[in-house]
């Protein structure tokens, strides 16, 4: 049929299309796709024979021990038959898995049966061991260390990471049965789990072993070791944070938080020992493992930002305690100091950002320690000072003024957030008051009263001669001029209102002559050499004007 005329318009010629839209092809609309309802979790694929595999594994383990604890207290059948029966039994169970792992299909139920096999032995060797001492605790660790290798190779060659956290899992929850609660003997058991699966997580790249293989030793180790107060219950602590430092630095894959935070969890039963030990033992042993610690986290080059970090902190963390631990008295600043000083002079040199942190951590609470000997009470009152001020307040002092310059410079080295106008202004203040508190305590450690009125006098005049520093740095640092002239006048001014508000009350007769006569022969002499050196400033400055050849930035500062 042939399709219908178009009508006629008079006067307007015929509609002709484009031959653009004549060459364009005409593509037939799609319908809408719908996608698939996705099936309830209880419907896919997988879940039921996973939770049937689970729940009938976990089951027999059970089975096991029964037959190994309540049997025995029961009176049924001898120790002999029991042992012999669990043992074939998870021999059966191993024989299966490695028989039904293969089929299509299989993967699921063989890695149940296997693991469940693989973790009665490992219980029944705690048994031999814990609760019919058939065997030596070495001879019994080294089998258990044997079974938990074999676990491991296995669960490689079938790149099954739920073998290895299903044996881990079980172990750790039915083996406080066997061994009569936490022990030492079961932290050792739950140590060679630990151990066995490094190698594993290295080879596989797997994630989530790492931290259910420790989080049981680490539970069984801060448990027994908060009851046991000996160098010996150390020495488990110790192995499981060195696990996991090892676990840490050779773990292959990307740098993420989880490995981070296993080591973090690990140390705490080393941290939870250190406070139950001997001041002697605990000073030795956590300053001996932070040192390690911080040499791992600056020198190992394979460790990334997140890990370097934690394990800096780590490290931090067990040197503070061993602070602590040495002393709670006028030297514990110091002690904190130190280690800020070190760390930051490092961050300065290599600009290291992770050593710019803990440097300025270990600073930070070094120097809240220090205001609680070292207060502005304690340096203003004369009854004060000699009671709280002594040789440590002083050498305290000169750390916080030396922590807060390499600080700065390292904050203005290694990131960009901190500006150098703020990192000086914050080193200036901190270490302004560091120098002055050196001072003082100086002053009152050596005279007592009347070495506190001297001290003062050395610190007006320091305050008036840093400020004048400050103004020469105004002149020869243009770019940085408004900030330098402003903080040398205001120190000018603190100094000159010390000396009238503070000094001309505290001090005798002659030392307060001396300060005035110091003070106003410093500003003198400051004067004369700042007017000079302006004014040489600005003949250089239009001489370079007058040659055609490119003027420096004018300062800030006023005309003289």
């Keep these: 049929m042939p399709p219908p005329a178009q009508p006629q318009h008079p006067g307007r010629p015929p509609y002709q299309p484009h031959p653009q839209q004549r060459m364009m092809p005409q593509y037939p609309m799609q319908p809408a796709v719908m996608k698939p309802q996705r099936a309830p979790w209880w419907q896919r694929e997988g879940v039921v024979s996973k939770l049937l595999v689970v729940a009938g594994g976990a089951i027999t383990l059970i089975g096991v021990v029964m037959l190994l604890v309540i049997a025995a207290r029961a009176g049924l059948l001898n120790p002999q038959v029991r042992v012999i029966g669990g043992g ?11 028989r039904v792992h293969g089929r299509p299909g299989g993967s699921i139920g063989g890695t149940a ?11 029944i060797t705690v048994a031999m061991t814990s609760f019919y001492e058939w065997i030596p605790s070495a001879a019994g660790l080294a089998l258990a260390g044997g079974i938990a290798a074999a676990a491991g190779v296995l669960a490689v060659q079938w ?15 039915l083996a406080p049965v066997l061994t009569g609660g936490v022990t030492l003997a079961l932290v050792c058991f739950l140590i060679i789990l630990q151990a066995a699966g490094v190698w594993p997580e290295r080879i596989c790249n797997w994630h989530f072993l790492g931290l259910v293989r420790t989080l049981p030793a680490v539970i069984a180790g801060v448990l027994f070791f908060t009851d046991a107060q000996s160098l010996t219950s150390l020495t488990p602590a110790l192995a499981i944070a060195g696990i996991a430092l090892a676990s840490l630095v050779i773990s292959a894959g990307a740098d993420d938080e989880l490995h981070a935070a296993t080591f973090a969890v690990a140390v705490l039963p080393v941290a939870a020992q250190l406070s139950y030990l001997d001041r002697s033992i605990a000073i030795v042993a956590g300053g001996l493992t932070a040192a390690v610690l ?37 030297w514990l600043p110091v002690l904190l100091l130190v280690p800020g000083v070190l760390v930051s002079a490092v961050a300065l040199s290599t600009k290291s950002a992770v050593s710019t942190i803990i440097g300025l951590a270990f600073g930070a609470i070094g120097g809240a320690a220090y205001l609680t000997f070292a207060g502005p009470a304690a340096l203003t009152f004369a009854g004060r000072a000699d009671a709280d001020l002594s040789y440590a307040t002083m050498l305290g002092g000169a750390l916080l003024a030396g922590w807060a310059v390499l600080t700065a410079l390292a904050l203005v080295r290694t990131t960009s ?59 020869r640092l243009p770019r940085y001029g408004a900030a330098t002239l402003g903080a040398g006048l205001l120190l000018t001014g603190c100094g000159v209102a010390k000396l009238f508000l503070f000094d001309l009350q505290a001090l005798g007769g002659a030392t307060r002559a001396i300060a005035f006569i110091v003070v106003g022969l410093v500003l003198l002499f400051a004067g004369s050499r700042y007017a000079q050196a302006y004014a ?24 003289h």
Excluded: D, K, N
């Design 536 to 559: 040489r400033m600005r003949s250089e400055g239009q001489h370079s004007q007058q040659s055609g050849q490119p003027q420096p930035p004018a300062s800030p500062m006023p005309q």
């Design 113 to 123: 049966l296997a693991g469940t096999g693989i973790a009665g032995l490992f219980i």
């Design 294 to 330: 911080a040499a791992v986290a600056f020198l190992v080059p394979q460790l990334g930002i997140v890990r370097r970090v934690t394990v800096g902190g780590v490290a931090a963390t067990l040197a503070i305690e061993s602070a602590f631990a040495f002393t709670e008295g006028s």
């Design 159 to 173: 790149r099954s990471e739920l073998l290895a956290v299903a044996v881990t899992v079980a172990v750790a929850v």
């Design 417 to 475: 957030q901190v500006t150098p106008t703020v990192a000086a202004v914050g080193a200036g203040i901190v270490g302004l008051y560091g120098a002055t508190a050196a001072f003082v305590s100086f002053g009152a450690a050596v005279g007592g009263t009347e070495g506190f009125r001297s001290a003062h006098l050395g610190v007006t005049v320091l305050w008036i001669s840093v400020a004048m520093v400050l103004l020469a740095l105004g002149i």
């Design 88 to 98: 074939v039994l998870s021999a059966v169970l191993i024989a299966a898995g490695l």
